[in-house]
């Protein structure tokens, strides 16, 4: 398709496991980002690639968070030992503009991740 | 800390009528707003957005009105669609920031 692709769309799993989501961004879109989002919440931003690299890292909570895009293309966002308080929407969106100061992001539909 | 705040969780219209949504933030350094808009399972979806040069961006059946001084934004959706009905969220980006900020979104049901 033409849009920004996430997978799983649903994910469950233990505290304490290892998990990888995946994003497939707009071919050609040189940035691409990612947010969380939880209940009742807006999208939170946790990191942004322009091309392979992270530019911004910031909003990452803790080291048990880690995002690659190792070709500047598909992005993983890895958390390791996970915690209920994971539990969310984790939404990946790219841009065409490298920055997003002034262009919009097309957002994927997101991986819902729920931690028992 | 939350700097672009929507106050309202949920705002019900009837078709044809106005809907007004609101957007506040706290950060002086935002000089670039957007809306977006969406549907249940899917991304949020572009809708307009507006520079800190203007005071006003309309497209369509949507304006938004940006004031400045009171650090206030307001999305106008006239006349309102039974279609409209989903989740708004206004953002806002600084020139210095690769972040985007969003507030936790105002839901909007448009009845028939």
């Known amino acids: 398709g033409a849009g920004v692709s996430q997978t799983p769309s649903n994910k469950v799993t233990e505290k304490g496991k290892y998990v990888e989501l995946r994003c497939d961004p707009i071919?050609?879109?040189?940035?691409l980002y990612w947010y969380r989002q939880s209940l009742g919440q807006g999208p939170e931003f946790l990191i942004y690639?322009?091309?392979?690299?992270?530019?911004?890292d910031s909003g990452l909570p803790n080291d048990r968070f880690f995002a690659v895009r190792p070709e500047g293309s598909v992005s993983t966002l890895k958390i390791q030992r996970t915690e209920r308080g994971d539990s969310a929407v984790y939404l990946c969106?790219?841009?065409?503009?490298?920055?997003?100061?002034?262009?919009?992001?097309?957002f994927g539909e997101g991986s819902r991740l729920t931690v028992l | 800390d939350q700097q672009v705040k929507q106050n309202s969780p949920s705002l019900s219209v009837q078709e044809g009528r106005i809907s007004i949504l609101n957007c506040d933030y706290t950060?002086?350094?935002?000089?670039?707003f957007l809306w977006y808009k969406k549907y249940p399972a899917e991304g949020p979806t572009f809708l307009i957005s507006?520079?800190?040069?203007?005071d006003k961006n309309e497209d369509g059946r949507f304006t938004v009105f940006l004031n400045k001084s009171a650090k206030h934004l307001s999305l106008h959706i006239v006349p309102s669609q039974p279609g409209d009905s989903a989740v708004y969220f206004c953002a806002a980006s600084a020139r210095d920031n690769n972040d985007m900020r969003f507030g936790a979104g105002t839901r909007l049901t448009v009845k028939p």
């Open positions: 969106a790219s841009s065409l503009n490298p920055t997003v100061h002034t262009g919009e992001l097309f």
């Open positions: 950060n002086s350094m935002f000089d670039y």
């Open positions: 071919s050609g879109h040189t940035a």
């Open positions: 690639f322009q091309g392979t690299g992270a530019a911004d």
């Open positions: 507006i520079s800190s040069i203007k």
